[in-house]
């Protein structure tokens, strides 16, 4: 809704669309032209006026110049940094839930996420699982990772044969359920 605002330079009451408006109109060009000056001085030169990287001459209120500064802002945000990050877990459409693995660590690239279910199976039994192995949820839940809801098996079982597969396990599905209140 339009609202009659005071003008923050010449103190003049103005019209103005927004009710966030700081700035008559021809207040506002002489505040934007003011504010690159400043960012932008060339001609005073000290040590409080040049940028922390590479040295060229910045505004007074500046830390970095803008090109440092955007560079900087990209290492900033990045991982634990970023306003969006979720310490490291994350749910893909299927519905596993992935986890954020170190670098260097068993099948993981630069900070790559990992099925949370094959790592609790790995550190469960304290080997890597094996290339064609696929990990089963014993009752189904695809978010319950813990150690003993977790069988590994052939892919080759898992999809051609699961109740074969999983026959050994029905009777600690059921009390699984139980423990969770399911069945």
């Keep these: 809704m339009p609202a009659d605002i005071r003008c923050r330079g010449c103190s003049e009451?103005?019209?103005?669309?927004?009710?966030?408006?700081?700035?008559?109109?021809s207040?506002?060009?002489?505040?934007?032209?003011?504010?690159?000056?400043?960012?932008?001085?060339?001609?005073?030169?000290?040590?409080?006026?040049r940028c922390m990287d590479c040295t060229t001459p910045i505004g007074r209120n500046a830390k970095r110049c803008r090109?440092?500064?955007?560079?900087?802002?990209?290492?900033?945000?990045?991982?634990?940094?970023?306003?969006?990050?979720?310490q490291g877990r994350i749910v893909d459409g299927k519905g596993y839930v992935l986890v954020r693995v170190k670098p260097g660590t068993h099948r993981a690239g630069a900070g790559a996420y990992r099925r949370e279910?094959?790592?609790?199976?790995?550190?469960?039994?304290?080997?890597?699982?094996?290339?064609?192995?696929?990990?089963h949820h014993l009752n189904g839940l695809k978010?319950?990772?813990?150690?003993?809801?977790?069988?590994?098996m052939r892919r080759q079982e898992h999809h051609t044969h699961p109740r074969r597969a999983l026959a050994p396990y029905e009777e600690r599905i059921?009390?699984?359920?139980?423990?969770?209140?399911?069945?």
């Design 13 to 25: 009451s103005f019209h103005a669309k927004r009710s966030d408006a700081l700035w008559c109109p």
């Design 27 to 49: 207040c506002r060009g002489a505040n934007a032209k003011r504010y690159a000056r400043e960012y932008d001085a060339k001609d005073k030169v000290s040590a409080k006026t």
């Design 67 to 86: 090109t440092c500064d955007n560079i900087w802002r990209g290492i900033r945000y990045r991982g634990e940094g970023s306003p969006n990050w979720k």
């Design 117 to 135: 279910h094959h790592v609790v199976w790995e550190q469960a039994h304290g080997r890597p699982l094996p290339k064609g192995w696929v990990v």
């Design 143 to 152: 978010a319950d990772n813990r150690p003993e809801n977790l069988a590994a």
């Design 174 to 183: 059921k009390m699984l359920e139980e423990q969770l209140g399911i069945g």
